[in-house]
């Protein structure tokens, strides 16, 4: 059976084989292994592409939220808001600097975090708000910034908003945002990478400072830190995919569009539900998501699993219903948007070298799922 997978690696690496061969080859001769002239390129290559006036490589997008968490001072005894919606990470980055998460609900279409809602969250031990920019397109951070109290800090999770925009500003423009560069993200590394980004050169200091075991200086520890610092070998492989990322964004959205047509019978009939676009965002559909509502989701997802097409689904447990976070008191009911997403969400195969032939024919094994 010919798989079409829910990202493509292979594809994406044959585009950029060639030059990563060649980019290792010169890491290797010059063992510039952590850190090195790759590194540094790459991170202004990526702040001039993100709009943002530095870019700081670290190890991990789950270290670059907690890097800046950290850089704007949240620690023990803070508390953040976030969505229930979102990856766990999001929420271990809060926990890991020693605060509490709060959680707020999401909007019922497009899933990104509910402004008014964490307003609501916000108390008086809140330190900041992280919107979350989900499957491709960003939350509300300006209008959300200027109705919290001054004490309180976005930084904003662009883990999956590589490339967007809302009304035209960038995530970490005028603010500060971390970013995952996990090999299945829209610019995606060979392995676990990440960066912060931020307008402020004190911040992507301190940043740099932390992640460096407290300094940049060898042997000079100005600040409690730790060890998240980006390889040459994955800036490598990030500088090669970035010369390629406006060109793959531009597909998925062709892609996405393409979606929207094919499916277009399958939601006027009320079985799926077509994912909404928020006003003022350019978006990158890191993830194409509609709602199962004429089917059980899970049985779908096997169907079509079973038929060789990699449909997923992110997530499929809300922050609060997960072990993990049961300590935070919150029961079923509590979130109904994030809940009732959780039930009925599902990721379709989207990738830039992804076929209209390959399209239609997980259109057909939906539309045949959802007969079944």
């Not at 702040?47 to 850089?71: I, K, P, S, Y």
């Not at 500003?169 to 090999?183: K, L, M």
């Not at 676009?277 to 978006?283: D, E, R, S, Y």
Request: glycine share 12%; with cysteine; aromatic share 6%.
């Amino acid at each position: 059976m010919n798989q079409i997978p829910l990202v493509d690696l292979k594809a994406a690496h044959e585009e950029v084989a060639d030059e990563v061969r060649t980019g290792f080859e010169r890491v290797l001769a010059d063992t510039a292994f952590v850190g090195g002239e790759e590194v540094r390129r790459f991170e202004r290559e990526y702040a001039e592409f993100g709009d943002v006036a530095h870019c700081v490589g670290v190890a991990n997008g789950t270290d670059a939220l907690e890097l800046a968490l950290r850089a704007v001072g949240v620690g023990a005894g803070d508390e953040v808001v976030l969505p229930a919606n979102t990856f766990i990470a999001t929420a271990g980055a809060v926990s890991r600097t020693g605060a509490r998460p709060v959680l707020a609900d999401c909007l019922p279409d497009g899933y990104l975090l509910d402004p008014q809602a964490a307003l609501d969250a916000v108390g008086p031990a809140t330190r900041a708000v992280v919107p979350v920019h989900l499957y491709g397109q960003c939350a509300e951070v300006t209008g959300l910034a200027g109705r919290l109290p001054g004490r309180v800090r976005v930084v904003e999770d662009a883990a999956q908003s590589q490339g967007a925009t809302r009304d035209g500003r960038s995530p970490g423009s005028g603010g500060i945002a971390a970013t995952s560069f996990y090999p299945g993200k829209n610019l995606g590394a060979y392995g676990d990478a990440g960066a912060v980004l931020t307008d402020d050169e004190e911040l992507a200091g301190l940043v740099r400072a932390i992640a460096n075991h407290g300094g940049v200086a060898k042997y000079r520890h100005d600040v409690p830190g730790f060890n998240s610092r980006l390889d040459g070998l994955q800036a490598v492989v990030l500088r090669a995919k970035l010369a390629r990322l406006a060109g793959g964004n531009a597909a998925r959205r062709a892609a996405a569009a393409h979606y929207d047509t094919l499916l277009a019978d399958l939601a006027a009939a009320g079985r799926i539900v077509l994912p909404a676009t928020a006003a003022g965002n350019i978006h990158v559909w890191h993830l194409y998501v509609v709602q199962v509502t004429g089917a059980d989701r899970d049985d779908v997802v096997g169907k079509l699993n079973a038929e060789g097409i990699g449909a997923g689904v992110h997530y499929p447990a809300p922050v609060h219903l997960t072990p993990a976070y049961r300590h935070l008191g919150h029961t079923r009911g509590d979130f109904p948007n994030a809940e009732q997403a959780a039930e009925r969400i599902l990721s379709l195969p989207l990738y830039p070298q992804i076929t209209p032939d390959q399209q239609q024919r997980v259109v057909d094994a939906l539309a045949d799922a959802l007969r079944g």
